[in-house]
Nanobody, 121 residues
Framework: QVQLVESGGGLVQPGGSLRLSCAASGSIFSIYDMGWYRQAPGKERELVADITRGGSTNYADSVKGRFTISRDNGKNTVSLQMNSLKPEDTAVYYC???????????????WGQGTQVTVSS
């Protein structure tokens, strides 16, 4: 009953920008960390950026200075602003949320369906 719905992926030229968004919905007590991961063909899924409920951020070295993660706790959304995109940023991007469905339960990771980002001339 919890789902993460992503939007904003697509095709962009090198140097361009995209903004990814993800909305969590359903029966949710509290969301802790949220983040974005990506997986390129032939590679393992890797962390791009994550953000705590209080707003502390963490970025992969490869995207520092180019990407910005943000969240809106009231709307249960997380976004990733991607600037100065490079061909090596091409991947399927996945939204992630660490959340509790009830106050007494343990937190668990939930994933979005993934959205394709392609950076090419």
């Amino acid at each position: 009953q919890v789902q993460l719905v992503e939007s904003g992926g697509g095709l962009v030229q090198p140097g361009g920008s995209l903004r990814l968004s993800c909305a969590a919905s359903g029966s949710i007590f509290s969301i802790y960390d949220m983040g974005w991961y990506r997986q390129a063909p032939g590679k393992e899924r890797e962390l791009v950026a994550d953000i705590t409920r209080g707003g502390s951020t963490n970025y992969a070295d490869s995207v520092k200075g180019r990407f910005t993660i943000s969240r809106d706790n009231g709307k249960n959304t997380v976004s990733l602003q991607m600037n100065s995109l490079k061909p090596e940023d091409t991947a399927v991007y996945y939204c992630n949320a660490d959340l509790k469905r009830t106050a007494w339960g343990r937190s668990a990771w939930y994933w979005g369906q993934g959205t394709q980002v392609t950076v090419s001339s």
